[in-house]
Nanobody
Framework: QVQLVESGGGLVQAGDSLSLSCAASGGTFSNYAMAWFRQAPGKEREFVAA?????????NYADSVKGRFTIFRDNFVNTVTLQMTSLKPEDTAVYYCAAEESRRVGVLQNEYTYWGQGTQVTVSS
């Protein structure tokens, strides 16, 4: 059983940067593809970014965050980080970390078994 704990959310202004971290425990972290999803008020949860296991050589990003967000992992400390720059009010959401023991770098919610509780990111205009 994998446990995921997100941190780093907060209130920022448009144009600011923020980094979210997800700490994993309970499994062999390097075996897991990791992802970030987000859910804005009144909207469906949506894919943000994902990274492959092991070296993290494969990364996928939602079109809405390409060029602004970067996902990377550190297998020594079992964390995955979402570095967010040029934040916009429409990035406001609860951000969730997800994990799946797979070689695939999925972009769908049902491709991930383990989920964190989420961390709130609010971007003011």
């Amino acid at each position: 059983q994998v446990q995921l704990v997100e941190s780093g959310g907060g209130l920022v202004q448009a144009g600011d940067s923020l980094s979210l971290s997800c700490a994993a425990s309970g499994g062999t972290f390097s075996n897991y593809a990791m992802a970030w999803f987000r859910q804005a008020p009144g909207k469906e949860r949506e894919f943000v970014a994902a990274i492959s296991g092991w070296s993290g050589s494969t990364k996928n990003y939602a079109d809405s965050v390409k060029g602004r967000f970067t996902i990377f992992r550190d297998n020594f400390v079992n964390t995955v980080t979402l570095q967010m720059t040029s934040l916009k009010p429409e990035d406001t959401a609860v951000y969730y970390c997800a994990a799946e023991e797979s070689r695939r770098v999925g972009v769908l919610q049902n491709e991930y078994t383990y989920w964190g509780q989420g961390t709130q990111v609010t971007v003011s205009s």
